[in-house]
């Protein structure tokens, strides 16, 4: 058993930034896969961003293209917390943002792989 509980969500300018929490508890998560998603109005879940634990090497991370060099995806397996810092914030990155855990490393951007879910934080991008 274990939640997963976002926040930092909240309304920002064009060109501004956030950075949103995932905090675990129930269980640990440091050795898990772990995303984010995101879902705008009227519109499907999309990958947003990943990153996969290997006992044999650092940490990897995944990226859609439409955040690629604006998000950054880490860690805090001591607080049990991961984290999406969000820059270059535009109206089309407004959706609700949830993370994910327990993924397949194989298929990174595939939800149907992750196993827990967190409710989601609201992000909303004025221009």
């Known amino acids: 058993q274990g939640q997963l509980v976002e926040s930092g969500g909240g309304l920002v300018q064009a060109g501004g930034s956030l950075r949103l929490s995932c905090a675990a508890s129930?269980?640990?998560?440091?050795?898990?896969?772990m995303a984010w998603f995101r879902q705008a109005p009227g519109k499907e879940r999309e990958f947003v961003a990943a990153?996969?634990?290997?006992?044999?090497?650092?940490?990897?991370?995944y990226y859609a293209d439409s955040v690629k060099g604006r998000f950054t995806i880490s860690r805090d397996n001591a607080k049990n917390t991961v984290y999406l810092q969000m820059n270059s914030l535009q109206p089309e990155d407004t959706a609700v943002y949830s993370c994910?855990?327990?993924?397949?490393?194989?298929?990174?951007?595939?939800?149907?792989?992750?196993?827990?879910w967190g409710q989601g934080t609201q992000v909303t991008v004025s221009s």
């Open positions: 994910a855990a327990r993924g397949s490393a194989a298929h990174v951007s595939d939800q149907n792989t992750y196993l827990f």
């Open positions: 129930g269980r640990t998560f440091s050795s898990d896969n």
């Open positions: 990153i996969t634990w290997t006992s044999w090497s650092a940490d990897r991370t």
